[in-house]
């Protein structure tokens, strides 16, 4: 019985399944002891006389011995598989170093103990065989922009073939991209272009702006001394106007006023101490102004100057009665001059 037990746990394990990655998808198989517990997230798969029976779920079990044997123990946790460096060709033709990380689980634990030989090589296989092909899709700036895109896809491939094996894929990350030395410094050269190029670009960009700048600070500043040259020659205008009217208005309430005195009990009188007054005045002032000074021949008879004032003053005055007095009596005449008018025509008519 001891030996049977030895041949059968020996010929479950294939010299492939030998190697340290593929210790994850298959332990060291237990034997038949009639009672056996499995581990959570594991999943035993169990052959009766040479031929699938059941898979046996986690927790206490009971097989048949000798008639039962566990096959394959597969694990149901997510497994993470280094995907070798490889090399692909780009769609610009150029060399390039990579390798990744492949996240999977088992899904159908009899697909992937019955549908492949070797899970863990024919994923691997698959995974960089698709890297290659995906590879062949894009160029090399491509390949370094589109990552994700790129991920994506390789987990949609992966999928797709390894759905008869029941195991899934669940994410595939690059991990190093590695380029030729010489497009490497190609890269390198380009780069540092693009970021000359951008720093000429940013400066005469800059330049630009200071130049609007400085040109709109003139312009408006022109604007607003115009304006203000305008509002103060407005504000002047506005300012001898007023006192343009109140110098008239001023002086027309002292003629009033002085009128009114001249009408009043001795008001020649007054007046005529004003002209005296005025006229000392004015020769007190003589030759402050000018070397050429103009003397009457009786300067110093002060009477007779004020007499002449005077009588120029009282000429002045008849003259604007008489002309009130005409003025009155033309508008008295023209009725009389439309009523003879009148009786003139109808006394032709009669």
């Not at 010929?11 to 030998?18: D, E, F």
């Amino acid at each position: 019985h001891k030996i049977s037990i030895r041949f059968h746990s020996r010929q479950t394990v294939p010299a492939l399944w030998g190697s340290r990655a593929q210790q994850r998808w298959a332990s060291s198989l237990p034997m038949n002891t009639v009672v056996l517990f499995v581990p959570q997230q594991e999943a035993w798969v169990v052959e009766r006389m040479g031929r699938f029976h059941r898979i046996l779920e986690p927790g206490l079990n009971f097989l048949i011995p000798i008639l039962d044997r566990v096959k394959y123990v597969q694990s149901l946790k997510e497994i993470v598989i280094d995907v070798p460096e490889q090399s692909a060709v780009s769609l610009d033709n150029v060399t390039l170093q990579i390798d990744g990380v492949l996240y999977l689980r088992i899904l159908d634990p009899f697909k992937a103990s019955y549908g492949v030989e070797d899970p863990e090589y024919a994923v691997t296989q698959l995974a960089q065989t698709t890297m290659r092909s995906e590879l062949g899709k894009l160029t090399l700036d491509k390949v370094f922009r589109e990552r994700e895109s790129l991920n994506a896809n390789m987990v949609h491939s992966i999928n797709q073939a390894s759905d008869d094996w029941g195991i899934r894929c669940l994410r595939y990350e690059i991990k190093d991209i590695h380029v030729p030395p010489r497009v490497k410094e190609s890269m390198q050269m380009q780069v540092e272009a693009e970021r000359k190029k951008r720093a000429t670009v940013l400066e005469s960009e800059g330049t630009r702006e200071a130049a609007i700048n400085v040109a709109e600070g003139r312009k408006q500043a022109q604007i607003l001394a115009s304006e203000g040259q305008k509002a103060e020659q407005i504000n002047k205008a506005a300012g001898e106007a007023n006192a343009v009217l109140a110098k008239a208005e001023a002086k027309a309430k002292a003629i009033r006023l002085l009128s009114e005195a001249l009408t009043r009990q001795n008001g020649n009188a007054a007046a005529s101490l004003t002209v005296a007054e005025q006229y000392v005045s004015a020769f007190s002032n003589l030759a402050k102004e000018s070397n050429t000074i103009l003397l009457p021949s009786n300067t110093g008879d002060i009477s007779s100057m004020v007499t002449q004032a005077m009588a120029i003053y009282g000429s002045l005055s008849k003259t604007k009665s008489t002309a009130d007095s005409v003025s009155v009596t033309a508008e008295t005449n023209e009725p009389i001059l439309e009523g003879n008018t009148v009786s003139e025509t109808e006394t032709g008519q009669k």
